[in-house]
């Protein structure tokens, strides 16, 4: 494939009331001409929507319920570093994971 044939594969136009529909023509567009298909759905129904902020909710009342061992263990102090020291130690291993996750096509 020469250079002109992929940038012209990869220029994509979008129209000016934000429709992302010049970006999924162009997407389906450059996989037809590498020799595949799009077979995944690009949209989420109603359902999986609601789904996924009622899980990210859950996120937020359970961080908000661990807030009372620490005051009364350790107040402010303890809550500080009882996040940021564990942090010194998981910042590590998700950079790792990141890391090995960019290496997979």
Same mark, same amino acid.
């Given at each position: +494939? &020469?250079?002109?044939?992929?940038?012209?594969? #990869?220029? *994509?136009?979008?129209? !000016?009331? !934000?429709?992302? !529909?010049?970006?999924?023509?162009?997407?389906?567009?450059? @996989?037809?001409? @590498? $020799?595949?298909?799009?077979?995944?759905?690009?949209?989420?129904?109603?359902?999986?929507?609601?789904?996924?902020?009622? &899980?990210?909710? %859950?996120? *937020?009342?359970? /961080?908000?319920? #661990?807030?009372?061992?620490?005051?009364? !263990? $350790?107040?402010? /102090?303890?809550? *500080?570093? %009882?996040?940021?020291?564990?942090? @010194?130690?998981?910042?590590?291993?998700? +950079?790792? +994971?990141?890391?090995?996750?960019?290496? +997979?096509?």
């Amino acid at each position: +494939m &020469s250079e002109k044939q992929t940038k012209d594969a #990869t220029a *994509v136009e979008v129209s !000016s009331n !934000s429709d992302l !529909s010049g970006i999924r023509n162009a997407d389906d567009a450059l @996989l037809a001409q @590498l $020799g595949y298909k799009s077979e995944f759905r690009r949209e989420f129904s109603l359902f999986e929507t609601v789904a996924f902020a009622f &899980s990210i909710m %859950g996120v *937020v009342a359970s /961080v908000s319920s #661990t807030y009372s061992f620490p005051l009364v !263990s $350790g107040g402010h /102090v303890g809550m *500080v570093f %009882g996040w940021l020291i564990p942090c @010194l130690f998981v910042v590590p291993i998700a +950079m790792s +994971m990141a890391e090995l996750a960019s290496a +997979m096509p």
